[in-house]
């Protein structure tokens, strides 16, 4: 399928976004760094960027949304993970999550979706577990009918947005296979513990904790059993979401390097006139666009309502890992400033070495293009 050309809107839009980030949010994220934004700071935020659409892009206008497409959806992801992205991270998993609500009752639906899509509430999606990555069919947190309830216990960690969260969207293990059930912090009950790590801290990545938490049936999203298909079709959509995450912290990296490349000299010129310098920011060029291009293509598969798994797969992989390669570039390309917390580009890196495990690992992601292509898996 062909990728299409942005519309005018589509482009003035993006354009507006950008100018509001820079002036709003960059100022606000660069005072933070790698310190964690307070959940009434991070409020205050996605409150802001909700007025541009995000997280209720692509979610109907009876609900809500604006009912725009995902691929104009796509475009402001870049910008907002151009300038941060942690912000833009939490704001891709409350967009997962209203996605997901639109196949809630309209009970649930309508109690969560408003607050998500205004930005006043943090939700999560628990899926992966201490023992349990890579290979989501293991899940072990169990879900135990009593009467109209469910009883819950298990652990859940690595859960983005987890330390902010009103509620989280957990896949658990039940008599019929795999759940989705909505767990209200405050009714029902469940612990957090943050994680650090090497970047990202100024969002919540966390541990969640279960223990005999009792939610009523009525919380089940979509049928008992229909948790695994469910998330693995979260996955397609949120694959190349993150891809295009990568696209934005690559074009924040690009930029920076020209800009520097521009006005440091050496041996009595600016370096960008030196052709092995030229050469890395041709290159960080292409590697930017063909990762546009392919998470683009899948935006459109998905407005075109085409199934789309392979090439979610590919634009994930392909982004993701060539985000690590620009990133690198940037730091190199910088010298020893690179390395340096005076410029961004150090920051950056940390952060795109981050971003190739979440939602499948590039190994997963390989094993999954190439049974597409084969017929033949070589998960085991
Ligand atoms: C920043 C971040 C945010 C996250 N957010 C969420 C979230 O919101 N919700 C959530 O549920 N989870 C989340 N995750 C978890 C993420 O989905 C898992 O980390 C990921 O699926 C990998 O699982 P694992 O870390 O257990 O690694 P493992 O599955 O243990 O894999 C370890 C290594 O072995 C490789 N490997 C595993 N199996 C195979 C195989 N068959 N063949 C070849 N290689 C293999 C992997 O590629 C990897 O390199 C997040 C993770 C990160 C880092």
């Known amino acids: 399928m062909p990728y299409e050309l942005p519309t005018d809107d589509m482009t003035l839009a993006a354009d507006s976004f950008r100018k509001f980030l820079h002036a709003e949010i960059k100022p606000v994220v660069k005072e933070y760094r790698d310190r964690h ?20 892009c692509t979610v109907p206008i009876e609900h809500g949304g604006m009912g725009w497409t995902y691929s104009a959806q796509g475009m402001l992801f870049e910008e907002l993970m151009a300038v941060s992205c942690d912000v833009a991270i939490c704001v891709m998993i409350n967009n997962g999550i209203a996605r997901r609500l639109l196949s809630a009752s309209p009970a649930l639906r309508d109690r969560y979706l408003p607050g998500i899509l205004a930005g006043e509430l943090f939700g999560c999606a628990g899926i992966s577990e201490p023992d349990v990555g890579s290979n989501v069919a293991e899940i072990k947190t169990r879900a135990v009918r009593d009467g109209s309830d469910f009883i819950i216990n298990g652990e859940k960690t690595w859960i983005t947005n987890g330390h902010y969260s009103d509620f989280i969207i957990c896949t658990v293990k039940g008599e019929k296979g795999l759940s989705h059930i909505l767990v209200d912090r405050q ?30 049936d009525s919380n089940l999203i979509d049928g008992e059993g229909e948790g695994l298909k469910n998330t693995m079709r979260m996955f397609e959509h949120a694959r190349a979401h993150v891809g295009m995450l990568s696209v934005g912290l690559m074009r924040a990296a690009l930029e920076e390097s020209i800009a520097y490349s521009q006005q440091r000299k050496q041996f009595g010129k600016i370096i960008a006139s030196h052709q092995l310098v030229a050469a ?32 979610a797969s590919m634009a994930k992989a392909f982004a993701t890992e060539s985000a690590v390669r620009v990133c690198r570039d940037a730091v190199q390309l910088h010298g020893g400033n690179g390395i340096t917390k005076e410029f961004n580009v150090e920051k950056y890196l940390r952060e795109a070495i981050i971003i190739p495990i979440p939602d499948g690992t590039t190994e997963i992601q390989r094993l999954f293009i190439s049974r597409r292509l084969t017929g033949i898996s070589a998960f085991v």
Do not use: W
């Open 187 to 216: 009714e029902h009950g469940y612990e957090t513990r943050n994680i650090e790590k090497i970047a990202l801290n100024s969002q919540s990545t966390a541990q969640v904790f279960f223990s005999d938490t009792r939610v009523p």
């Open 280 to 311: 890395k920011i041709a290159n960080m060029a292409m590697l930017l666009d063909a990762s546009r291009l392919m998470c683009q293509r899948v935006f459109g598969m998905i407005d075109a309502g085409v199934r789309c798994d392979l090439e």
């Open 37 to 56: 934004i307070p959940k009434e700071k991070m409020r205050e935020l996605t409150r802001q960027i909700a007025n541009f659409g995000l997280p209720g």
